[in-house]
């Protein structure tokens, strides 16, 4: 038996309805200091559960009753816990999204200039009455 499946069966050993199992926990417990250390600690919890180990103090019931009367909490403040290594990756990806974006900025190509279109020359003609002017084209070329 191996800490993984050590830990996976635990609960069923600790019911204890399987004598094999058994067998193969204790000697697996004898061999991982690292297990026997785990199965100490929930075999402490559960007697001080049972109440074998805890007592309340002498003045315990005159403490509870006058919070009780007063409706007194306690406030706990539970402040949001981010580990430190999604700290450091989602600071990271902040980081590369402003280089990113600063490089796109910096190094955006030049604006490509719309295709010149010929230029239409037109000349106007003055008029009495109306229209008052009037336009002709006039070829490109012969504007020189």
């Given at each position: 038996?191996?800490?993984?499946?050590f830990r996976r069966r635990y609960s069923e050993y600790?019911?204890?309805h399987d004598p094999v199992l058994a067998a193969e926990v204790d000697d697996h417990l004898e061999a991982c200091y690292a297990c026997a250390a785990f199965d100490r600690a929930v075999r402490d919890g559960v007697?001080?559960?049972?109440?074998?180990?805890?007592?309340?103090?002498?003045d315990f019931m005159q403490r509870l009753t006058r919070r009780l009367e007063q409706r007194e909490t306690l406030v706990e403040s539970l402040s949001p816990h981010v580990?430190?290594?999604?700290?450091s990756v989602a600071a990271g990806l902040f980081l590369a999204l402003i280089g990113l974006t600063l490089k796109q900025l910096m190094v955006s190509p030049a604006p490509v200039a719309a295709e010149v279109q010929p230029m239409v020359v037109a000349r106007p003609t003055?008029?009495?009455?109306?229209p008052f002017v009037t336009f002709s084209r006039v070829?490109?070329?012969?504007t020189r």
């Open positions: 038996m191996n800490c993984r499946e600790r019911d204890g007697e001080a559960l049972r109440g074998s180990m805890v007592r309340p103090s002498p580990s430190p290594w999604a700290a003055l008029h009495a009455g109306l070829a490109p070329d012969s």
